[in-house]
Structure formats: C-alpha cells, structure tokens
C-alpha cells in the first residue's frame, strides 16, 4: 500500500503534525502501536507554554478545545524544606502563561480533531528501509507494510524511524522517577494533601527530590526523583511492592511524615521511570522522506519542555510543509535546522531553571529559593 505521508506514532507531536496537516487539506496517515486510545494510561499532568506548547495548538486550530480542559489552580507552585516548612508559595492567580492539562485529555482533543480512520491502531513498527528517491517502505510486526513518500518518526525514545538518519541512541541520564499515586487525598490522605496544596510541590535535597503534582479527581500523582546508577535500581524487586517501596523511602529517613508519606502511603505499586536522552545538539544530514519529532529528534530527561517541543516540532512541520506542498525537500530542510536549534537552546535554558541539577550541594529548597526570588525581582 502507498501513501502520500505516513506518521509513526499517535503521541502529542504525531497527532499535532496530523492536525495541522489536516487543517490544510494534506492527506496523512498515523501508525500507532498501542491497539486503541485507552491500552494505557498517557502520564501526569503537563504545563502547557504560551511560547511553544500552546502556539502549536493555535496552530492547529485547537485553543477552544483546550481552554475548555485546563484545570484552574494546578499553577499553584510549592517549595518545601526536608521537615516540611513550606519556603514558597506561589498561588495560581490565573494570570500564569502555563496553564495545567492532563496527557489524556490533550491527546483526546486531537484524536477528535482527525477525521475518522486517520490513525490505524494496533501497527508496531518492526524497521523500515529506504527504497531510494525519497520513498520508504515500513514493516510492521504483523507482516503488513506500507510506502510512502514522506515518513514521519514521531515514535519516541526508541524510535525504530532514526535509524534512517542517525546512528544516536538513548543513553541513560543518571536520574530516574519512581511514580506514585494517591487517590481521594484529601479525605484519605490528608497530610500528603495539605503539603502538596492545590497545585505541585518539590522538596529537593542533593542527589534526591520529591516532586508532586495535584491532578484531576483528588488524586496526588508523585515523582520521587534519584540520582543512582540503573543497577541499584536494578537490585530492587519492584514486583515485591512492600520491599521496593520500603527501600525507596528508606532513601528520605528523616524526612517529614507528610513528605515520606507519598511514598509509603500510596495506593499504587512505585512504578521506575529511568530517564534516558539523547547526545546534546544531536542532528543529522538531510535524508530525503524523512524526518523525526520530539522525543524521537532530541530526547532528553525531563525538564519539562518535552511536550512543549514535542507539538511544537509537529506544527511546525505541519505549517513547513503546507508552505511548499510541491517541495517536500525543501520544506523538511527548513523544519529541521529551526527544530535543531530550537531543542538545543531548550537544554541549555531549562538546565539553568534547576540551579546546578539534582547532583548539586545547591540542589536544596534555600537555594532553590533564591533563585526564584532573584529571578521574580
């Protein structure tokens, strides 16, 4: 089968690239592995910026739909000491340029923007090969292929499209998350509660922090970041739930009951995210048909631009290519060196928004502090 464009991956920046491409008339397909919208939970909540995140949204059509699913007050910002003094609190006055959104129902909003059959559920990537002339040929894991003459990666991490432009792959970044949940907080989990308040908190300490953010539902979703090699992770048995989750919160003895408890008290079995990225700067030659977005182009660990950049590449790409619809070269040509440069300088700013990182002495809730103070002056 031949199509005239042909997306990998039905994630924020695929289906942004989808939309745009759509809003201007372009026939365009996305392959997607998971086998419908629901196989599995799509993350957190996530800040959407008014210089990236929401321009690709106006890009795409979409400002109504998004208004109408931020939630109020998640712009509420915590900085709590290790004993539980709150040092700042930054209330959402509603005036904040990052407004707060869940994956699931920003991915739902693009989904219903798509006419009907434009993403194929169920298609796992198994490689793709260049045929020449800018054509590729995509085989999935069922046997089944597909050629096109422009191919999108908007796979993620482990993309199986950058092998067809770069020989990079994800190294670990030295820092993981151990995701937890707490439902019905402020009726079951009340100290938890009242230290995250109404929108996220952070309690950093050198080589170690606790982030946690307040989601849709009364539900506290944490982030409790470390500094270790992927073998101490790998010693812990996270299929035993007791004994993992103890061994993490042994990692913050001393800590306030309330801070600890977001570890101890959770509903949810610790999940580890290990946090992978991609050499800095990395970018390739011009391939003719392809190209990548997002996490497949510049991965790095959380910083939170991700999805920001992410949708930003796809409209972008999208703007590009409606641009010159009878040049695609010359169209994925400018995409590129904007979106090189543009994952760079995002690096390198968001490096300095977290003091000297999580490994720093001055990774601590003071120094973070003045920070922020010095900034808002």
């Known amino acids: 089968m031949h199509t005239p464009a042909t997306i990998i991956g039905a994630g924020l920046s695929g289906l942004t690239l989808a939309r745009v491409l759509h809003v201007h008339g372009m026939p365009v397909t996305v392959y997607e592995a998971e086998s ?20 690709a949204l106006e890009t795409a059509g979409l400002m109504d739909e998004f208004h109408a ?23 959402d006055d509603g005036t904040g340029g990052r407004p707060e959104v869940q994956r699931s129902d920003l991915r739902r909003i693009l989904l219903d923007s798509l006419p009907a059959g434009t993403v194929r559920w169920g298609h796992k990537v198994s490689h793709a090969r260049a045929l020449g002339n800018g054509h590729h040929e ?26 067809l432009l770069s020989d990079a792959v994800p190294l670990y970044a030295g820092t ?9 907080a402020d009726t079951r989990h009340t100290a938890a509660a009242k230290v995250v308040g109404g929108g996220s908190m952070i309690a950093p300490a050198p080589g170690k922090e606790i982030f946690a953010h307040r989601e849709s539902g009364d539900t506290l979703h944490a982030y409790v970041a470390l500094s270790r090699p992927q073998g101490w992770f790998a010693a812990i048995d996270f299929t035993d739930v007791p004994a993992a989750t103890a061994r993490i919160a042994r990692e913050f003895d001393g800590w306030a009951r309330e801070l600890t408890a977001l570890i101890t008290d959770a509903d949810t079995a610790p ?15 011009r391939v003719p048909g392809v ?11 959380p910083n939170g631009e991700g999805a920001n950049l992410a949708m ?21 040509g400018e995409y590129e060196q904007a979106m090189f440069a543009r994952g760079t300088e995002a690096v390198a700013f968001e490096g300095t928004e977290v003091v000297q990182g999580i490994n720093s002495e001055d990774n601590t809730a003071q120094a973070m502090l003045k920070m922020i103070t010095g900034r808002e002056q």
């Open 36 to 55: 419908s919208p629901t196989e599995r939970t799509q993350g957190g909540m996530l800040d959407i910026h008014d210089y990236n995140g929401q321009l």
């Open 69 to 91: 699913i931020t939630i109020g007050g998640r712009q509420t910002m915590r900085l709590v000491e290790q004993d539980g003094t709150v040092l700042f609190d930054k209330a």
């Open 138 to 163: 995509v085989t999935f894991a069922d046997g089944t292929t597909v050629v096109t003459n422009l191919l999108v990666g908007a796979d993620g991490a482990w993309s199986r499209i950058r092998p």
């Open 176 to 184: 993981s998350f151990v995701e937890t949940y707490l439902y019905g």
């Open 271 to 285: 999940v580890l995210r290990p946090h992978y990225s991609l050499p800095t700067g990395h970018r390739w030659d």
């Open 291 to 301: 190209t990548l977005l997002g996490d497949a182009a510049h991965l790095a660990a």
């Open 312 to 332: 930003l590449d796809g409209a972008e790409l999208g703007k590009a290519l409606a641009a010159q619809p009878d040049d695609i070269e010359a169209a994925l």
